[in-house]
């Protein structure tokens, strides 16, 4: 049998790194813990995977028909969301047209008729497309506005504020 190797009185025997007194070594796993929870928590945050990503509101085909009388005209888009969770278009309005509202047609007994749209809900990873037919923006009074002119938009939802367009003047149908 071989005897343990003395390494001197300097060293201490292999194997012991460190000796912590009893209160300390009962708070050292909790703390530990914490801090392994705490680090793991903000790298799952940081890359993105904590919970839905928030809606992403891009506004396409915007137009406003050409009114054929001082009436009313409408304003139609294209409301995509690529993010992961709804948002709800609230309202919309024109600093040069004024306010607008959401209406939609509404078909009894044959005949069709505009009603208050209230707010539209704008689904994750959706598109809501507006259409004469269905839902759009109702100007109610509007200029006499030329073909191809560029009218400015403020479109509000509940998530994402506020989103400013311009939408293009184009013959009905169009």
Do not use: K
Request: net charge neutral; proline share 12%.
């Amino acid at each position: 049998m071989t005897p343990p190797i003395d390494d001197g009185p300097d060293r201490a025997p292999a194997g012991i790194i460190l000796e912590v007194p009893g209160p300390l070594r009962a708070a050292l796993v909790p703390v530990a813990t914490c801090v392994a929870v705490l680090a793991l928590l903000t790298a799952y945050t940081a890359t993105g995977a904590a919970g839905e990503p928030p809606a992403r509101i891009t506004v396409t085909d915007a137009r406003v028909l050409r009114p054929a009388n001082t009436e009313a005209t409408a304003a139609l888009f294209t409301v995509r969301n690529s993010g992961g969770t709804a948002d709800t278009l609230l309202s919309v309005d024109s600093p040069v047209l004024g306010p607008a509202m959401l209406t939609r047609t509404v078909v009894r007994d044959g005949a069709g008729r505009m009603a208050p749209a209230g707010p539209v809900a704008v689904p994750a990873h959706g598109a809501v497309t507006m259409d004469p037919a269905g839902l759009d923006v109702m100007i109610q009074r509007p200029p006499r506005l030329p073909l191809g002119e560029r009218v400015p938009f403020v479109l509000h939802f509940r998530d994402s504020g506020d989103v400013r367009v311009e939408a293009v003047v184009v013959r009905p149908g169009a």
